[in-house]
């Protein structure tokens, strides 16, 4: 998208914002999304939302969902988390996983 494009479509602030972010990108590696930070006392848990269950997991509780194959867990996620501080949050329905949430504070490539 051209910058006069990106200029009439968003405004002045957006299109500063879109190029200070590009320009970033050019002088670091680093790529940065979203950043939320949020203090541990923040978090209540488990949340129960249209009948789903919210809660963050332990490295056991992953190594009992990895027995199950339909879950996509593989046992070096839960390795990850004793070893490196890894985070992992769920949501369950009915008492089976439905989905999850992974936060790694070393990089990692996706799928390992």
Known sequence: MSMLRTLRRHGFVKTAQIVAYRLAQRLMVIDITHLMILA?????A????????FDSLTPAE???????????????????????????????????LAGYTWFAFQSRRAGM
């Open 40 to 44: 541990a006392n923040d978090v209540v």
């Open 46 to 53: 488990p949340a129960v939302r249209d009948g789903l269950t």
């Open 62 to 96: 992953v190594y009992s969902l990895c027995k199950d194959g339909t879950n996509g867990l593989d046992t070096s996620l839960a390795d990850r988390m004793s070893g490196h501080g890894d985070f992992c949050f769920a949501a369950f329905g009915k008492n089976r």
